[in-house]
C-alpha cells in the first residue's frame, strides 16, 4: 500500500539557516503530495503540494519539489524564522484512493 | 465560511462512558474524514466518508462509529471509551477524493480517558 517517511525530529535550527526536511514516498499510480504544517495547539493547514512530476509547490518561502525518480518530496527553505517553529507533515493522496496518507511528522525549532 | 468545527475541544472520560465528538463544516464539502493524533504516531485515519450516507473504515476504526446523514455533520462516537483512546481528535474535509484537493482541518479535540 502508499507509505510515506519523512526524517525524524526534532530539528533544531538557528534563524536564517536553511531548512531541509526529507520526505520519501512509495506508491502506485501518480499520487499528489502535500506538505501541511501544525502550529502548537492548532489543527494542520496545508503549506504546499504538487499533484505531477517535476511540479514545485511554494508558499511562504517554503518550497518542495515533486521527483518522481527518487519519489521524493523535500520540503526547503532558504531561511528560516522563529516563527517557522512547528510540526510539518509530508502526506500523498493516490491517484485511484480517497485516502489522505500522513507521515509521522518533523518537529522543527527555530532558535533566534 | 467557519470552516471545519469541532466540539468540545477538551473532554474528560471515565473507562466505559460512551461520547460523541462533534464535526460540522460549511464547504459544501463531499469528503469528511477523522484522524486521532499520538506523539511519535502522526495522523491516523479512523473513519471517512464520501459523501452523506456513505462512510467506510480507516486505518484504526475499532472502537469508534460514524454516521454521515447530512453533507454538513460527521460525528465520531466512543462506544466504551478506553485510556487508549486518550489521543488529540482532528475532523478534516475536502471538496471531493479527487488526489490534488486538499483537506482542511477542524482545531481538535483533545480527549483524556481516565
Known amino acids: 500500500g502508499n507509505s510515506v517517511t519523512q526524517m525524524e525530529g526534532p530539528v533544531t535550527l538557528s534563524e536564517e539557516a536553511f531548512l531541509t526536511i526529507n520526505c520519501t514516498y512509495t506508491?502506485?499510480?501518480?499520487?499528489?503530495l502535500f506538505w501541511y504544517v501544525q502550529y502548537p495547539g492548532e489543527g494542520l493547514q496545508l503549506l504546499l503540494k504538487a499533484t505531477k512530476a517535476d511540479d514545485k509547490g511554494s508558499n511562504k518561502g517554503f518550497e518542495a519539489t515533486y521527483r518522481k525518480e527518487t519519489t521524493s518530496f523535500h520540503l526547503e527553505k532558504g531561511s528560516v524564522q522563529v516563527s517557522d517553529s512547528a510540526v510539518y507533515f509530508c502526506a500523498l493522496r493516490g491517484n485511484r484512493d480517497d485516502k489522505i496518507i500522513f507521515g509521522k511528522g518533523t518537529r522543527l525549532h527555530i532558535l533566534p | 465560511n467557519a470552516g471545519v468545527t469541532q466540539t468540545p475541544k477538551f473532554q474528560v472520560l471515565k473507562t466505559g462512558q460512551s461520547m460523541t465528538l462533534q464535526c460540522a463544516q460549511d464547504?459544501?464539502?463531499?469528503?469528511m474524514s477523522w484522524y486521532r493524533q499520538d506523539p511519535g504516531m502522526g495522523l491516523r485515519l479512523i473513519h471517512y466518508s464520501v459523501g452523506a450516507g456513505i462512510t467506510d473504515q480507516g486505518e484504526v476504526p475499532n472502537g469508534y462509529n460514524v454516521s454521515r446523514s447530512t453533507t454538513e455533520d460527521f460525528p465520531l462516537r466512543l462506544l466504551s471509551a478506553a485510556p487508549s483512546q486518550t489521543s488529540v481528535y482532528f475532523c478534516?474535509?475536502?471538496?471531493?477524493?479527487?488526489?490534488?484537493?486538499?483537506?482542511?482541518f477542524g482545531p481538535g479535540t483533545r480527549l483524556t480517558v481516565l
Open positions: 478534516a474535509s475536502s471538496k471531493s477524493g479527487q488526489a490534488g484537493d486538499e483537506q482542511f
Open positions: 506508491a502506485t499510480g501518480y499520487p499528489s
Open positions: 464547504m459544501n464539502h463531499e469528503y
